[in-house]
């Protein structure tokens, strides 16, 4: 009966200490700057925070350097522009087809984006009067390939 008696008391100061209140707990410190001085941190916090995105050349890499922009350099998609060798060749092209009315000249002005557009509506293409590869090719100016496929030249044996 006294193993009773004992669990009984154990179970009673369980209870009574379950319903008491918590420990107190150390109180937050009121800003951040506060926070950081008290850690002994030697970066000052910021003052205001936005949840708006930051630019790419605000972010900063690393951790305990001073702000140092990540430098990004724009890629280039496309084709370059043209030569003034291609132009001629474009131009060319378009004046043994009756689209253009001049000389080829090696420059690409609006009569010969006009030409291009009337050419591509022609050909059913999109007539945005832009050289697109569509265009060359229709123009006898895209891909040089042969027309015979490669043969293997292995001599066959006696």
């Not at 209140?21 to 506060?34: G, V």
């Not at 936005?50 to 140092?68: I, L, M, T, Y």
């Amino acid at each position: 009966m006294s193993k009773w008696l004992l669990l009984l008391a154990a179970f009673t100061v369980g209870v009574i200490s379950a319903g008491a209140a918590p420990p107190a707990r150390k109180s937050a410190p009121a800003t951040k700057a506060s926070a950081a001085a008290a850690r002994g941190s030697h970066r000052p916090a910021p003052s205001v925070r936005s949840n708006a995105p930051r630019s790419a050349a605000s972010r900063v890499r690393g951790r305990g350097r001073g702000a140092r922009p990540v430098v990004t350099q724009r890629r280039r998609y496309g084709q370059p522009q043209p030569t003034e060798d291609r132009y001629r060749e474009i131009q060319q092209a378009l004046a043994s087809r009756g689209y253009l009315q001049r000389e080829p000249a090696g420059d690409w002005k609006s009569d010969c984006e006009e030409a291009l557009k009337r050419f591509q509506k022609d050909q059913n293409l999109p007539p945005n009067g832009r050289i697109t590869s569509l265009s060359l090719i229709a123009l006898g100016l895209g891909p040089k390939r042969d027309s015979a496929p490669v043969a293997a030249t292995v001599e066959p044996t006696p």
